[in-house]
Structure formats: structure tokens, C-alpha cells
């Protein structure tokens, strides 16, 4: 019997430490889950257009299937793993950091010979001989909604000492894809349909001999190891301006980590600037009590009889980086009655099919989609105007500030909800005993007698 109890005992905690690295897994797995972007990855598919007395050739594209999260400068890099002893003789529009061992070929020398080649794409200005098309922009790629024509980057390959037919071909293992920083994990390959291509005339159809896609999901939590944009509010109801938290990003410390930041004040700015590293793309920021790159700042401006009037604020503190093709996502319940927006471009997200509650914004072409680095050039800032919903409208409990606000796809750190400005006639009242309220109507009851 006690040989039973002990078999039991046994088993529960087996099972008890089972569930727990199930739950862990679990909890794990969902970090790369956008909640207002769930279908959103990067794709990339290998199409073999052809074979070679030893290989194939390939032409490999990566899709930007995000709706706001873009691949942003020094651009993309790709690597993977060969499953055999593949080369690459050749490549056009992309090109290897290494080249690798090929001592063993005498004759024509292999682009690379790494068993792990790392790829990067070339920049704007290349030949015309080395380009294909969607090849040759410095591995920059928009995102869906942004800029859907550029949403994707492609090169060709040439690979040799690889089968020769679609049984003896082997699908590279082990994706890697940085944009620029880490924030990318990509699955296995998974050999799907062969590619059809129309040719210009749309008369004739052809296909890919073999292909297979491979799913890269992005993480913020990969990504860096702090957030990288901050919120603050104010209203013209309250004199108070709620800052960015304390040390979102980061805290001032010039004792263990001095030069982390910039004092704007400081005379030796110029020289402090120059002198950064820059190659280097950590952020070099300006001395803040929330030390982000970035701070969105949201201001209830107006109120009209049917409307009301925000303006919004997108300031760049980083002196290490100009941001092109910036781009924000807001969620806030007015959202489905926003009437007009100045100096921004708009257009509505619906994560959660019919509700209409969540909208990306991003610069006008030439005027300011360029947000410059920190300094008195570095902020872009536009105004929305909302229609009023009388069943739902509100000033109250901070209904009129966002739920969420992402800044280039990452999700910016909010004030705490208890800070918000409040309405003046909001404020709570104290509560008076009943005793005192009793006494209060006694007294007054006397003096009104005794002047009776």
C-alpha cells in the first residue's frame, strides 16, 4: 500500500512539473502575437526557375506581409544553412558578407562556400547587369499598408553540388533574419505548390520547377531589451501635462554608463554628435527623464458642439537616427467617427473584424515623412478632428485618450491610468458623516427660529 501511495505521489508532481513546462511553452510561444496585426510575418519563397549541369537557379523574395512594421536602414540580412555541401557560383541582386573556403575549386571560384552563408541586399545605384527586380534598396523594405509596391525585396542565386531534380534538391535549414537588429524568428522551410508566373501579355503562363516558403514572425521582446517610445498627455481641461514614466527606456546614469545620453544644453553638443560612433545604431539620446528615442505626445485640444479636436506630436530625441518612412498606430474608441486629419495620411486597421477602432497614420510624401534626428527640426505633428457620438462620448475617466499607441510596429509604454488628466468638476468629493450632516440641518433649523 505505501508502495502505491508513493507511485501516486510520484506521478502528480511528474504531472504538476509537466503542466508547468506546458504552461511555460505556452506563454513563450505567444511573444511574437500582434494583436492588432495577427496575421502579420514576413514571408520568404524560393522559386527554382531552372536547372544546372550541377544546381539550380533560384529567385528568392521576401514579402512584407506586416501592415505597419517595416525593415528600416541599414536593411535586412539573411542566412540560413545548407543541408548539403551546396555553393553559390553566382548571385544578382544581393551578395554575401563572406566568400568563405573555396580553395578546392581551381577554375571558375564560387561566390561563397560558407556552409552558412550570411546574405545582404545591394544598394540603390548598382549596375543594371547585377539588378532584378524588387532588388538594390539598401535591404529597406515598407511595410503592406505604407507602401505596398515596395513591400518586397528579391535576388537571384546560383546554386551548385545541389541536386539536379525536385527529389534530390534539399531545402536549406536554420533562417536568420535580422532587420537590421534581431526581433525575427523564421520556421522551417515547407515545399509548397510551384509558383505560377503570367507573362506581360497575360497569354502564357509558366512555373516555378519547385518552391518553398519560409515564415518569419517578429518579437519586441527580441527585439531589444527596453522599450523605444513613451507616451505623454495633456488636455485643455487640465493644466496638467502627464510625462513619459520615469526611466521608460532607460535612467540617466553618468557614473556607471557615462556619454548614455545628450545634454542639449551642453556647449560641446556639436562635438559630442560628431564624435558619435556612426556605425553604431544604438540609440545616442537626448537627456530625458524617460530617456526614449522616441515620445508620442497627445493633446486633447478643443471641444466643439458636435466635435472635438486632438492634436498629436511625434518627437525624435535619437541623434544617432533619421526616421524615413515612419509610421504610427493608434487605438481609441472614436476612432470609427474621425472626420478629418491634417498633414497626415490615415488609414483605418480592423484587427477585430467590424470594430472600427484603430487607425494608421504616417507623413505625407516630400513634406514629412522624414522625421529628423533630435534637434530643433526633429518632430512632425498633425491634428485630427472627431465627430461626437452622444451614446458614447465622454471627457471622463480618460475615455478621451488612446488605448494604445504604436511607433514604426513597437508598442509604446503609457502613462499609468491613474495619471491622466481629470476633469475639473471630476475631482472626488469628501464624504461627510451623517451625524455632521444631521447637526449641519439641526443648527440651520435653530437659527431659522430663533430669527423666525
Not at 336 to 345: E, V
Request: contains cysteine.
Amino acid at each position: 500500500m505505501g508502495f502505491f501511495f508513493g507511485l501516486v505521489s510520484r506521478f502528480t508532481t511528474f504531472t504538476i512539473v509537466v503542466v508547468f513546462l506546458l504552461s511555460s511553452f505556452s506563454f513563450t510561444s505567444t511573444d511574437a502575437y500582434d494583436a492588432l496585426d495577427p496575421t502579420g510575418n514576413i514571408t520568404i519563397k524560393w522559386d527554382v526557375i531552372s536547372w544546372t549541369p550541377d544546381g539550380y537557379v533560384a529567385v528568392v523574395t521576401m514579402f512584407n506581409f506586416q501592415q505597419y512594421r517595416h525593415i528600416q536602414a541599414p536593411g535586412w540580412t539573411l542566412g540560413w544553412t545548407w543541408a548539403k555541401k551546396e555553393v553559390i557560383w553566382a548571385m544578382m541582386g544581393a551578395q554575401t558578407t563572406e566568400q568563405g573556403d573555396c580553395s578546392k575549386y581551381k577554375g571558375n571560384i564560387p561566390h561563397c562556400c560558407k556552409k552558412d552563408p550570411t546574405v545582404v541586399d545591394l544598394l540603390p545605384g548598382t549596375p543594371y547587369n547585377q539588378q532584378i527586380a524588387n532588388c538594390c534598396k539598401g535591404g529597406v523594405i515598407n511595410s503592406w499598408v505604407q507602401d505596398p509596391s515596395n513591400a518586397a525585396s528579391s535576388f537571384q542565386v546560383s546554386v551548385g553540388a545541389a541536386g539536379t531534380t525536385n527529389k534530390t534538391v534539399r531545402v536549406p535549414k536554420n533562417f536568420t533574419l535580422r532587420a537590421p537588429g534581431p526581433g525575427y524568428t523564421c520556421g522551417p522551410a515547407k515545399i509548397v505548390k510551384p509558383t505560377k508566373f503570367v507573362t506581360q501579355d497575360g497569354r502564357r503562363v509558366t512555373q516555378a520547377m519547385m518552391t518553398w516558403n519560409v515564415t518569419c514572425t517578429y518579437s519586441q521582446f527580441l527585439a531589444q531589451k527596453t522599450p523605444t517610445c513613451c507616451v505623454s498627455l495633456s488636455s485643455f481641461y487640465n493644466d496638467t501635462i502627464v510625462p513619459c514614466p520615469t526611466c521608460t527606456c532607460g535612467c540617466q546614469n553618468n557614473k556607471t554608463q557615462p556619454g548614455s545620453c545628450v545634454n542639449p544644453e551642453s556647449p560641446y553638443l556639436a562635438s559630442v554628435v560628431a564624435g558619435a560612433n556612426k556605425n553604431s545604431y544604438a540609440p545616442l539620446v537626448q537627456c530625458t527623464s524617460h530617456m526614449c528615442p522616441i515620445r508620442i505626445h497627445w493633446h486633447v485640444k478643443l471641444n466643439y458642439k458636435e466635435y472635438w479636436r486632438v492634436k498629436v506630436t511625434i518627437t525624435n530625441f535619437n541623434y544617432r537616427m533619421n526616421y524615413s518612412q515612419w509610421n504610427l498606430v493608434v487605438q481609441h474608441p472614436n476612432l470609427d467617427n474621425l472626420t478629418q486629419i491634417f498633414s497626415f495620411k490615415y488609414k483605418p486597421l480592423t484587427p477585430y473584424a467590424a470594430i472600427n477602432d484603430t487607425a494608421m497614420l504616417w507623413g505625407v510624401k516630400f513634406y514629412n515623412d522624414f522625421l529628423n534626428q533630435a534637434g530643433p527640426l526633429g518632430n512632425v505633428q498633425s491634428e485630427l478632428l472627431f465627430r461626437k457620438d452622444a451614446s458614447t462620448f465622454t471627457f471622463e475617466k480618460g475615455w478621451a485618450f488612446p488605448r494604445r499607441i504604436y511607433f514604426n510596429g513597437d508598442n509604446c509604454v503609457m502613462p499609468p491610468p491613474d495619471a491622466y488628466p481629470y476633469l475639473p468638476n471630476s475631482s472626488p468629493r469628501p464624504d461627510i458623516p451623517l451625524l455632521t450632516l444631521m447637526s449641519t440641518l439641526l443648527l440651520s433649523l435653530a437659527f431659522s427660529y430663533a430669527y423666525a
